[in-house]
Nanobody, 115 residues
């Protein structure tokens, strides 16, 4: 069993920045991927960014060049640096990790981009 705790969400003006953090509990054995999804009101959950244990990253086209994911598998933490935020980035952001064939999810942190 893996538990995830996210932090760093909040209210930010358009063009601003936020950094999300996620800490996982439990053993790192079997962890292969860590990342972030988001879900905006009345929209489906979508992948934002993920990073494999080998350091390979994958980003949604909508955030490329603005968001940067980083992870420390030894510390079981994953971060999402978000720059150049716009109103379309408003969503609940969920951290996830993949351990063997199972995905574990955090409860989410709200990011609101508004003037």
């Amino acid at each position: 069993q893996v538990q995830l705790v996210e932090s760093g969400g909040g209210l930010v003006q358009p063009g601003g920045s936020l950094r999300l953090s996620c800490a996982a509990s439990g053993s790192t054995f079997g962890l292969s991927t860590m990342g972030w999804y988001r879900q905006a009101p009345e929209k489906q959950r979508e992948l934002v960014a993920e990073i494999t244990r080998g350091g390979v990253t994958n980003y949604a086209d909508s955030v490329k060049g603005r968001f940067t994911i980083s992870g420390d598998y030894a510390k079981k933490t994953v971060y999402l640096q978000m720059n150049g935020l716009n109103t379309e980035d408003t969503a609940v952001y969920y951290c996830y990790v993949r351990k063997f064939a199972t995905d574990y999810w955090g409860k989410g942190t709200l990011v609101t981009v508004s003037s």
